[in-house]
């Protein structure tokens, strides 16, 4: 009885203290992504972390054919982000985003709604916008910039 006890004693706080962390970025193999992408001429800049375990991932057509790509990174427990890039003009409401720094850049963010995180570099627009459907979890702010920053030039071979 007495061990008993002292076991619960002893697992109980570990056990805690492993659920109280935070979920970091995690790497994930980009070659997923590239697999599903039919355009030979593909160079753009992917994201090598992402904040949750990778279960599928979905190339989607750009919104009104506009140049770039569309991708969901859908989550094991119901997470998603959406990347949207694209070399076209991106016009976009800054009312309720705050200014962030992702590495040299200036980016926007908002949690109003799905939590976004817009910027430019380079010419090209990048969106990331997450959703969680069956998860209660929700990525940081700090997260999504980790996820931003990332991002990795790939150029399809």
Known sequence: MMKRALMTLLIVPLLISCSNQ???VQDYNVSKVLNKIE??????ALPTQLPFKLDLIQVKPTPKGQPGHFIEYIGKQGQMIELFVTTSEVNFNKENFSEVSIIDQKGWYTEQGPQILAWKQNNTHYKLSYYSFKSDKDVTKEQMVQVAESLEFIKKK
């Open 39 to 44: 355009d030979e001429n593909f160079n753009s």
């Open 22 to 24: 935070s979920s970091d």
